[in-house]
């Protein structure tokens, strides 16, 4: 069984929309959740992060506004809708477990990482 599969990503272009899920049959899933990305020569970036409950969304500023996160813990998914999308936004998108530390959206030190889901925004 595959810890976390991430789906939708696509080609969209500028200032359209787009949902990322992802299935986490894999995990716990009872902890925060979220979304990271990468792009190939720089840091990981934490995008979204949401507590288990589902109550409390996190954001980094680079989405805020035009992101929303959230969950369904009985289906142990997740999801991304990603609305007003830049170039910026451009990455391989990923989800695992997430916490919170000053602001900044983090990995735990131990998690599983699926494939990801590519999202290319042309400029």
């Known amino acids: 069984q595959v810890p976390v599969v991430e789906s939708g990503g696509g080609l969209v272009q500028a200032g359209g929309s787009l949902r990322l899920s992802c299935i986490a049959s894999?995990?716990?899933?009872?902890?925060?959740m979220g979304w990271f990305r990468q792009t190939p020569g720089k840091e990981r970036e934490g995008v979204s992060c949401?507590?288990?409950?589902?109550?409390?969304?996190f954001y980094a500023d680079s989405v805020l506004g035009r992101f929303t996160i959230s969950r369904d813990n009985d289906k142990k998914s997740l999801t991304l809708q990603m609305n007003s999308l830049e170039p910026e936004d451009t990455a391989m998108y990923y989800c695992t477990a997430c916490i919170t530390d000053g602001g900044a959206i983090l990995p735990p030190s131990v998690t599983h990482w699926g494939q990801g889901t590519k999202l290319t925004v042309p400029s």
């Open positions: 894999g995990l716990p899933f009872d902890t925060a």
């Open positions: 949401i507590t288990r409950s589902g109550n409390t969304p």
